[in-house]
């Protein structure tokens, strides 16, 4: 009887993204593939076309849907030689590990629960991904992938957890979509590599794309856009390490909405080049940037949110950075570093600290500098050689105090206003709480462009 899991998977939508003549040639093979099932007690580990390992004793066919149970001898099939599966279903909390010479061509869906490993290489025109279970892990161990692109789907989260760049097939030899994220599960990329900067990123209306290091960081380097106008579901987190290097985030051709937020759980490093952020900025978890130390948002236990623009420049045409901190969230800029928006960068302690450091050739230069807290107060750090140009500098204190410390760095207001810096409370004392903290390597303001608002009488030391 053909395995019912098998045939949802096969007869849900394609996505727009395949030629005609792809989803011809999978609509006829889809007809015409039965279900074949891996022994409990297969006559040997061998996926071939003679050995009696499938049903009740049947050898293997090519094009038919392949499902390998929970119970099994055979954990480690070996593909001998090159194998073609419709879909390919692993109903197994217990691990597998599909290895072999191979290649094994997938023209439909694998569908995986539980930790499983792909150890044979990957062909075909695209590899499409799914869970049916939460807590599920995909490894795919060969480095010299040749399938297509590949589609993260479904509606469990799961972890796709590559080898390195090679095991998500061969690279585009120019850009273009490449890595396809949809459905409403939190998809995880997980490795220590460099992501190949031909391969664009397209998440569908939605969809969640987290990427994660192990150890060593994992890096982007090219375009990871929307596939759909959506501002406030489709995501991009990062957790752990993730280094940026000249990445475009983008919204898409045409498109006013933004592609979504990028949310720093932990480290994220903008390394080299220009890192551009599109689409219309907001505040909060809307922003186009959100860098949170919250342990629980969006149900995540991270306990760190750290950006660090080192030498790359993060841009942004309508975007505004967001630092909520509630256990400890920071953004450096360094090493000639540049972070450039037009509207704002809010830094919001709640709970700890949050902190801005702009130092050694730094530059923020934004509309406005909003610092602001509720129960403990933000920092600003702005050190020798670092650069803070404004229009407005605001702090908005409402519990503790906030702190902006010079020791170096220069401040320049950069348009004329009736109040280039500003601060305000609850309570009658318009300054109280609000800390401006003059080190031993000095204050630089510069007062080029006119300012009324901007002296040593609102210095307090």
């Not at 076309?49 to 390998?68: K, L, P």
């Not at 920092?379 to 605001?394: D, N």
Request: hydrophobic letters at 35%; aromatic letters at 6%.
């Amino acid at each position: 009887m053909k395995n019912s899991t098998s045939m949802n998977c096969a007869s849900r939508a394609l996505p727009a993204i395949r030629s005609a003549a792809a989803v011809l040639a999978l609509g006829a093979a889809t007809a015409s593939a039965a279900t074949y099932t891996w022994m409990s007690s297969p006559a040997n580990g061998n996926w071939d076309t003679t050995s009696a390992n499938w049903n009740t004793s049947a050898a293997w066919v090519d094009g038919n849907d392949a499902v390998f149970p929970e119970t099994t001898s055979q954990r480690k099939p070996n593909v001998t030689a090159p194998r073609t599966a419709n879909n390919l279903t692993i109903n197994s909390s217990t691990s597998y590990t599909i290895q072999g010479v191979g290649p094994l061509t997938v023209n439909g869906t694998i569908l995986a629960k539980g930790d499983q490993t792909f150890a044979v290489p990957l062909a075909g025109s695209a590899l499409h991904v799914q869970a049916s279970a939460a807590n599920t892990t995909v490894r795919l161990n060969s480095a010299s992938n040749a399938q297509g692109s590949t589609y993260l789907e479904g509606a469990y989260a799961f972890i796709l957890l590559p080898a390195s760049d090679g095991a998500l097939g061969e690279a585009p030899a120019s850009p273009e979509n490449n890595i396809f994220v949809s459905g409403s599960g939190i998809k995880t990329i997980r490795g220590g590599f460099n992501i190949n900067s031909n391969r664009t990123v397209v998440l569908s209306s939605g969809a969640s794309l987290e990427a994660r290091s192990t150890g060593s960081p994992l890096v982007f380097k090219g375009v990871v856009k929307a596939e759909t106008a959506d501002s406030t579901t489709t995501r991009l987190l990062v957790n752990h390490i993730g280094i940026f290097s000249a990445v475009v985030l983008d919204p898409g051709a045409g498109r006013t909405n933004a592609f979504g937020r990028l949310t720093v759980k932990q480290i994220v490093k903008v390394a080299s080049g220009v890192t551009r952020l599109s689409g219309p900025g907001s505040t909060g978890e809307s922003a186009n940037l959100f860098v949170c130390g919250r342990g629980s948002t969006s149900g995540y236990t991270s306990n760190q949110g750290i950006l660090n623009v080192d030498g790359g420049e993060l841009y942004s045409t309508q975007g505004s950075i967001y630092v909520d901190a509630k256990d400890y969230a920071q953004v450096t800029v360094t090493n000639g570093g540049k972070v450039v928006m037009p509207n704002a960068v809010y830094m919001n302690g709640n709970g700890t600290p949050a902190k801005l450091t702009v130092a050694d050739g730094g530059i923020v230069h934004v509309k406005d500098l909003m610092i602001s807290d509720s129960t403990t107060k933000s920092e600003v750090w702005l050190e020798e050689g670092g650069l803070i140009k404004a229009e407005r500098l605001y702090m908005d204190h409402t519990g503790r105090p906030c702190d902006f410390h010079f020791n170096g760095g220069t401040y320049q207001a950069t348009k004329e206003a009736s109040s280039n810096m500003a601060a305000k409370e609850d309570s009658a004392d318009y300054w109280t709480g609000v800390h401006f903290l003059i080190g031993e390597k000095g204050a630089v303001f510069d007062t080029s462009i006119k300012n009324t608002r901007l002296g040593l009488s609102l210095i307090h030391i």
